[in-house]
DNA sequence: GGTGAACCTCTTTTT
DNA sequence: GAGGTTCACC
């Protein structure tokens, strides 16, 4: 296929910076390798070009579409492609002890940093109940996404409870960090930022000879070409280290301002929309012609995007016809929603839709599950995309912190991960004398582990700890001895007796670990063969920035695809199908709190309501535009979710697609939102009835449906009349004693149902329903 | 002092 | 439904 005017245009542009707006379903991807192969067919050396994606995923994806297009013309391998995590990592590895990173420092995740961040509550005595360590972390991710260091920020002087508190804590968990020889995620960028910032400021000294110059500024140097794709979820750090990087490169950013989703973890989207503003002579091009997705499709996409502000506004065009209509199916429940799923991915089998070109969209993982289930009980087979994978489990874990603490005897995390795993008789009261020790002496816990008596850990405990560190030397001997990484995982989880412990439990669930754990063994030993030059740190820093298991081609590849919206990002499917799309799931309830709030507080939206809202919504317009011909969006009246039952009503997403592009009738307005619904209250299954006139005088006026959708919560408590009502928190109420007051909560099931109503003056009262009439 | 069983809470999205 | 925490028992 040729490349369209626009399309060859941004491959051929040189000179300048350039940005490329370019929609969903544009062709970004194949711009972005035409570009870079076509730098290299005019002589640019591959390792002067630098492409940076978001995901490992689509770092392997343009790697390898390269070397196709490529093939045996040039050296693909010396390309820097890579996420911003692994670029950085690659430059830490090599140049970060000027920034206190050892060659062999470790990458803690998300699970590690709390662990580390609990570590530090305790140390400094806070209490979990008031702040969780997830949230100090949360505010710390903030601040380093943003490029600013904890002195900076208490240099600013803001006061505040929380700053204070981000920043003590802040402090001690970085300086554990920096002991343990670790950084997490936020770190690597900021820490190769820093370490390129410092590089160049000293004066070279008089008569330096070019070996003497810092690499680093080398580094800095070292790029002709910069392409960056998906630049509207970048964060300040990440804009600052592609400047960095790109001193003497011609700079080309690629990104979609409609697909901005990562807002909440500090990307800026003002990034990509002033990018042409800060830089002189900056071409702008954008790409309107969609390639992907059938006219339907497209236009509930424009649908749904258009009622943003604040965008740069493109109209996406397509000439693969109109296709078929989406689908829109309003279920009963959550388990008929999945049954239903099931049907369609039957269906697009049956008209030989492969597998993989399948997938099922849900906006929360904890939605995953009912699908999941309904899967596995029509024995189909499905790779989930996201949520815990591989490398996350317990006993993948534990032996990563093995041949972690094996490589670096100061990752105190993972001392106290696996010293009492398996059990050993080594508790928590030994570990905290050996704490309490380590902290005051600086030391490692491993170090103080070697004489526990000092540490006040006599008898029993003392020898155990002895035979402990006996065997963790013996191993880190092998490790130096540079016993091949299977074998030494094997010699781990047998020496340690991890494996033996999870034989002898016996459970199925102990067997599928033990599985697990061979898998990982013969993972290891697949690495060796085809990288023999790498290490155990390569493969530990691999292993922590690879999110997701699916490189690992264990089996599932002709599987349907179940995925976040998130994790769908990037990709394209022949069917599609979006669950869950009710007002509190998607949007998510945590977003139309903020609407609630205005609502009740009678003001407008904040800005940063508004702009999660916008979020949501181009999340939305995300999942819809990875569908190539068959869209299927499905939402419940129904939902157990978190253990709690709601009822629901239809996504305003859904609201806003055009009824011409749609099979099954658009639900149509609804002015009042869903809510949670104690357990028990009996919820309909009637057949759908003509919608109640607007504002009738009983319980469930507040909605309205077109005819064709099921209005749900028509039954409820039998006092209240033939209809049922439809509680929401907020609602108007009269009472024949107390006057009118506003619903703030109910409970019980049928005639029992008994209502919290505030009442202005009098305050909250606890009243049957059947004494009080909606307003 | 350590271990296991019963109870409790808390649920967005990811490198 | 999973993870953590508390408690009672070895």
């Given at each position: 296929m040729q490349l369209n005017p626009a399309q060859q245009a941004a491959v051929e542009h040189r000179g300048s910076p350039l940005l490329v707006l370019a929609g969903?379903?544009?062709g970004k991807t194949r711009v972005i390798t035409h570009r870079v192969a076509a730098l290299m067919d005019e002589g640019v050396p591959p390792w002067r070009i630098l492409a940076v994606t978001f995901t490992n995923k689509a770092a392997a994806e343009m790697r390898a579409r390269m070397e196709k297009m490529c093939e045996g013309k040039v050296d693909v391998s010396q390309l820097w492609v890579g996420t911003f995590h692994s670029i950085s990592a690659r430059i830490l590895r090599r140049h970060g002890e000027s920034v206190g990173?050892?060659?062999n420092f470790a990458i803690y995740d998300t699970d590690d940093q709390t662990r580390l961040m609990k570590r530090v509550f305790k140390e400094l005595n806070r209490d979990e109940d008031q702040v969780k360590p997830r949230a100090i972390l949360g505010h710390l991710d903030q601040l380093k996404n943003r490029g600013l260091t904890i002195s900076q920020v208490e240099q600013l002087g803001l006061e505040g409870f929380m700053t204070r508190l981000v920043a003590l804590l802040g402090r001690r968990y970085e300086e554990l960090l920096r002991a343990a020889d670790a950084a997490d995620f936020g770190d690597l960028l900021v820490l190769a930022v820093k370490l390129l910032e410092k590089a160049g400021t000293e004066q070279p000294r008089p008569?330096?000879?070019?070996?003497?110059?810092?690499?680093v500024i080398g580094l800095k140097r070292r790029f002709l070409h910069v392409v960056v794709d998906e630049y509207q979820d970048t964060n300040p750090v990440q804009a600052r280290l592609v400047e960095l990087l790109s001193g003497r490169a011609q700079l080309c950013v690629v990104g979609d301002d409609d697909q901005a989703i990562y807002g909440w973890r500090g990307a800026d989207v003002s990034q990509i929309l002033g990018f042409p503003d800060q830089r002189p002579g900056c071409e702008l091009i954008r790409l309107?012609?969609?390639?992907?997705?059938t006219g339907h499709i497209l236009r509930c996409a424009d649908a749904i995007i258009r009622r943003n502000e604040g965008r740069l506004g493109k109209t996406l065009w397509s000439e693969l016809g109109d296709g078929s209509l989406v689908t829109l199916r309003a279920c009963e429940d959550e388990r008929e929603e999945a049954r239903f799923v099931v049907n369609e991915i039957l269906d697009a089998l049956n008209e030989d839709i492969p597998a993989e070109e399948i997938a099922v969209f849900y906006r929360t993982h904890a939605q995953s599950r009912v699908i999941e289930q309904q899967l596995t009980d029509r024995g189909m087979r499905y790779a989930i995309f996201g949520g815990l994978g591989f490398f996350e489990r317990k006993e993948i874990k534990d032996t990563l912190a093995y041949l972690r603490l094996l490589q670096n005897p100061n990752s105190d995390l993972d001392f106290t991960r696996i010293v009492n795993e398996p059990a050993r008789g080594i508790g928590d009261t030994t570990v905290g004398r050996l704490t309490a020790l380590a902290a005051n002496r600086n030391v490692s816990l491993l170090t103080i582990a070697r004489a526990p008596e000092e540490a006040g850990v006599s008898g029993a405990a003392a020898k155990r700890l002895h035979a402990f560190v006996a065997m963790i030397d013996e191993l880190a001997a092998r490790l130096h001895a540079g016993v091949p990484l299977g074998q030494l995982a094997t010699e781990v989880l047998e020496r340690t007796g991890y494996r033996d412990a999870l034989v002898h439990e016996g459970s199925d669930e102990a067997e599928a670990r033990v599985e697990n754990l061979d898998e990982f063994v013969g993972a290891l030993t697949d690495f060796v063969q085809e990288h023999p030059d790498q290490t155990l740190a390569d493969y530990l820093e691999q292993v922590s920035l690879v999110a997701d298991a699916d490189g690992g081609g264990r089996g599932e590849v002709r599987a349907v695809r179940l995925m976040t919206i998130h994790s769908a990002k990037g990709l394209e499917f022949e069917k599609v199908i979006l669950t869950g799309m009710e007002e509190k799931v998607f949007p998510h309830s945590r977003v139309i709190a903020g609407e609630d709030a205005a609502r009740e507080e009678g003001r407008r939206l904040r800005p940063e309501e508004r702009a999660q809202i916008e979020e949501e919504r181009r999340l939305a317009y995300v999942a819809v535009t990875r569908a190539k011909r068959q869209l299927v969006i499905t939402w419940a009246k129904r939902r157990r979710l978190y253990n709690q039952e709601f009822i629901g009503t239809p996504s305003r997403f859904v609201r806003d697609l055009p009824p011409d592009s749609v099979r099954g009738r658009v639900p149509g307005v609804v002015r009042r939102e869903a809510m949670a619904v104690p357990q028990g209250l009996s919820l309909p299954s009637a057949p759908p009835r003509a919608p109640a006139p607007v504002r009738e005088s009983s319980w469930n006026s507040d909605i309205v449906y077109d005819e064709g959708v099921a209005a749900p919560a028509?039954?409820?408590?039998?006092?209240?009349?033939g209809d049922a009502p439809a509680l929401y928190k907020g609602m108007a109420v009269r009472h024949r004693q107390y006057g009118e007051g506003t619903l703030v909560g109910w409970d019980g099931t049928g005639s029992n149902v008994k209502l919290a109503i505030n009442f202005p003056g009098v305050g909250v009262k606890t009243i049957l329903a059947r004494f009080c009439e909606p307003l």
């Open positions: 969903a379903g544009t990173l050892s060659r008569g330096a000879q070019l070996v003497d110059v810092d690499p309107e012609q969609n390639y992907r997705s028509r039954r409820g408590p039998a006092a209240v009349g």
